[in-house]
């Protein structure tokens, strides 16, 4: 039988180094974690052209979440509602929305914190929403190392022109979330990012403020096609205000976010600018507001 007309074999490595072995010797075969990425959008069944296929579900070490004072440990075959679970009582607000709102439960019982971030031409809910954070990701089964893994932060598992910076070869394994507490933090996507990336826009903010003074201002805007937006500048000017923020600085900030996007990307559509401004102006004016009720 000619290759490509054979059906696909699964493997199912039941630890780690077995994975590894596996994908080491079949760099192109799939790696399988929940599924419901594969599913519903690139290989109806049956593909015409037959992987293999390396299930990441039996491998306990990928499933695995566990904490210290300052940190979460995410094995990256960890499903989505297994996450809000054990983390309940520590995730970020704004981390356990994004992943609340992926989507029902037939969805986040299956679907996994890896799949989430290595769809390689989608940004979703999770790289948006841990772009604010301090996160390391760990990467195993390149064979020019000597060491075992690699840990890289987050924003560098994506290159700037698209796609994932993985090696042939290697696997997410791991994912290291910082703690942080953050006075007010919102997750908000407009659109739907996974059935319409080129017209929904993902918006993140984690603030630190006192009475009158903003001590910490991060946002991140994510199209889902596109890519992370992160701006120093814009956040280092709204820090440089006090509360309650005029309108007229609300506006202003705006303006810069509006220029500095033109810049960013040519591909970002008319509707998507229009839901961006629309997020951070919304979300500086609940900023006001919660500043003047606390
Ligand atoms: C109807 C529907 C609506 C959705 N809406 C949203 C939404 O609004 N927001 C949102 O964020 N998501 C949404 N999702 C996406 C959902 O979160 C993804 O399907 C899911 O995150 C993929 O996870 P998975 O574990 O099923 O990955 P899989 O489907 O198994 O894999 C996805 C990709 O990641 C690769 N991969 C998986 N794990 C690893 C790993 N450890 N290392 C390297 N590569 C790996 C796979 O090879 C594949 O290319 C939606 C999905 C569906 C079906």
């Keep these: 039988m000619h290759a490509e007309n054979r059906s696909p074999s699964v493997f199912l490595p039941s630890t780690a180094s077995e994975l590894l072995e596996l994908r080491r010797k079949m760099p192109r075969a799939t790696l399988w974690a929940g599924g419901t990425g594969l599913m519903s959008r690139y290989y109806p069944y049956p593909y015409p052209l037959s992987r293999d296929i390396i299930s990441l579900c039996n491998v306990p070490e ?6 210290t004072e300052r940190y979460l440990d995410i094995g990256a ?8 679970t054990v983390g309940h009582h520590i995730l970020p607000p704004l981390l356990a929305k994004a992943l609340r709102e992926v989507g029902p439960s037939p969805i986040t019982g299956r679907a996994t914190i890896g799949g989430n971030l290595c769809i390689p031409d989608l940004r979703l809910n999770l790289a948006g929403a841990l772009s604010l954070f301090s996160v390391q990701v760990e990467l195993r089964g390149d064979p020019s190392l000597r060491t075992q893994s690699r840990q890289i932060s987050l924003n ?9 910076a993985l090696k042939e070869t290697e ?3 791991r994912i290291r979330i910082a703690f942080e507490q953050g006075d007010f933090q919102q997750f908000h996507h407009i659109g739907f990012p996974y059935r319409h ?3 929904a826009v993902i918006f993140c903010v984690f603030v630190n403020h006192g009475e009158s003074s903003i001590s910490d201002f991060r946002f991140s805007l994510t199209f889902p096609s596109i890519g992370i937006f992160r701006d120093k500048e814009i ?7 006090s509360l309650p923020l005029k309108s007229w600085e609300i506006q202003g900030a705006s303006m810069v976010l509006k220029k500095t996007l033109q810049s960013y990307s040519s591909r970002i559509l008319p509707i998507q600018h229009a839901r961006e401004v629309q997020a951070f102006e919304r979300s500086l004016t609940q900023l006001n507001t919660r500043s003047v009720s606390r």
């Design 156 to 164: 560098k598992l994506y290159r700037k022109e698209g796609g994932l």
């Design 171 to 173: 696997v997410l394994t």
């Design 235 to 241: 956040e280092s000017l709204v820090i440089s205000t």
């Design 197 to 199: 990336p080129d017209e």
């Design 62 to 67: 990928l499933s695995r979440i566990s904490r």
């Design 77 to 84: 075959a960890a499903r989505l509602d297994q996450v809000l």
